[in-house]
């Protein structure tokens, strides 16, 4: 799994273009490396942010539409602590996995070695939007869709009321994912079962049980959403976006006039 980098919305190739602020879109890609078959989730600034529950949420939703019969899965991400290395990923993880009575291996790449097949379909996403414009976030959907001519990547779009809030204190089973004197960076890979969480600070290892007080491993959570409506965009942007109207079909204007704004 991975996050590809930024895109706008409108995309145009106006001089006018360059110089105002757009809505800011984001695909959280995962690739399942069995059936070579890829999923987009696309979601832009007004539906989530970039937190950690964000991106926990969308995997999570990929495991329970994609994954809910497997029982044992592995995960394979870079290491970057915000998004995939960090306590609340990690409870959303265990949580899946207590609630479904499966085995999940998450293992971070090394760094300078973290290319994978996300990045393939990423580089096909920017070859198709080579030399086309993008009105609306929504158009992302089918440049995904058609960068694939054979078995065509599955593309969805999120919005705010799917996100979950994974980082509620009093809902998180563990605070904290520090392997006891080692720092969180040093993990190599999880294991998480209804059992609890064991960790690896080399590959070649053996598990070891992760040295932090796990509370309430039988017990079911429910946890709240991370937004109860959209969010909103500075007012700023909101008239720049205005402005770039003038640059657009009209029948996409109506999208940006009701953009939540400050």
Same mark, same amino acid.
């Given at each position: 799994?991975?996050?590809?980098?930024?895109?706008?919305?409108?995309?145009?190739?106006?001089?006018?273009?360059? @110089?105002?602020? !757009?809505?800011?879109?984001?695909?959280?890609?995962?690739? =399942?490396?069995?059936?070579?078959?890829?999923?987009?989730?696309?979601?832009?600034?007004?539906?989530?942010?970039?937190?950690?529950?964000?991106?926990? /949420?969308?995997?999570?939703?990929?495991?329970?539409?994609?994954?809910?019969?497997?029982?044992?899965?592995?995960?394979?991400?870079? %290491?970057?602590?915000?998004?995939?290395?960090?306590?609340?990923?990690?409870?959303?993880?265990?949580?899946?996995?207590? #609630?479904?009575?499966?085995?999940?291996?998450? $293992?971070?790449?090394?760094?300078?070695?973290?290319?994978?097949?996300?990045? +393939?379909?990423?580089?096909?996403? #920017?070859? &198709?939007?080579?030399?086309?414009?993008? @009105?609306?976030?929504?158009?992302?959907?089918?440049?995904?869709? #058609?960068?694939?001519? /054979?078995?065509? @990547?599955?593309? !969805?779009?999120?919005?705010?009321?799917?996100?979950?809030?994974? /980082?509620?204190?009093?809902?998180?089973?563990? +605070?904290?994912?520090?392997? %006891?004197? =080692?720092?969180?960076?040093?993990?190599?890979?999880?294991?998480?079962?209804? *059992? %609890?969480?064991?960790?690896?600070? *080399?590959?070649? *290892? *053996?598990?070891? !049980?992760?040295?932090?007080?796990?509370? =309430?491993?039988?017990? $079911?959570?429910?946890?709240? $959403?991370?937004?109860?409506?959209?969010? $909103?965009?500075?007012?700023? &942007?909101?008239?720049?976006?205005?402005?770039?109207?003038?640059?657009?079909?009209?029948?996409?204007?109506?999208? @940006?006039?009701?953009?939540?704004?400050?």
């Amino acid at each position: 799994m991975d996050l590809q980098a930024v895109k706008l919305s409108p995309f145009i190739r106006t001089n006018a273009f360059y @110089y105002k602020t !757009k809505l800011v879109c984001h695909n959280f890609t995962v690739y =399942n490396i069995v059936s070579h078959q890829s999923t987009a989730y696309w979601f832009s600034e007004i539906d989530s942010d970039l937190s950690a529950s964000t991106f926990a /949420s969308l995997i999570l939703v990929y495991l329970k539409d994609q994954l809910s019969s497997e029982k044992n899965i592995v995960i394979f991400s870079d %290491g970057c602590t915000y998004q995939n290395r960090n306590a609340i990923m990690a409870n959303a993880l265990l949580n899946y996995c207590i #609630e479904n009575k499966c085995t999940i291996i998450q $293992k971070f790449l090394e760094r300078g070695h973290t290319q994978m097949e996300c990045d +393939s379909v990423h580089s096909l996403i #920017e070859r &198709k939007l080579k030399n086309r414009e993008v @009105y609306l976030p929504s158009n992302y959907l089918t440049v995904t869709m #058609e960068a694939r001519k /054979s078995s065509p @990547y599955i593309a !969805k779009w999120v919005t705010f009321d799917q996100f979950t809030n994974y /980082s509620h204190s009093s809902s998180q089973r563990f +605070s904290s994912l520090r392997p %006891g004197q =080692n720092k969180v960076t040093e993990i190599k890979a999880l294991q998480y079962s209804p *059992d %609890g969480i064991q960790f690896k600070l *080399d590959f070649e *290892d *053996d598990w070891t !049980k992760l040295p932090q007080r796990i509370k =309430n491993l039988e017990k $079911k959570i429910i946890w709240p $959403k991370l937004h109860t409506s959209t969010r $909103k965009i500075s007012s700023q &942007k909101f008239n720049h976006l205005q402005q770039l109207k003038a640059f657009i079909p009209p029948d996409c204007h109506a999208f @940006y006039d009701q953009l939540p704004h400050e």
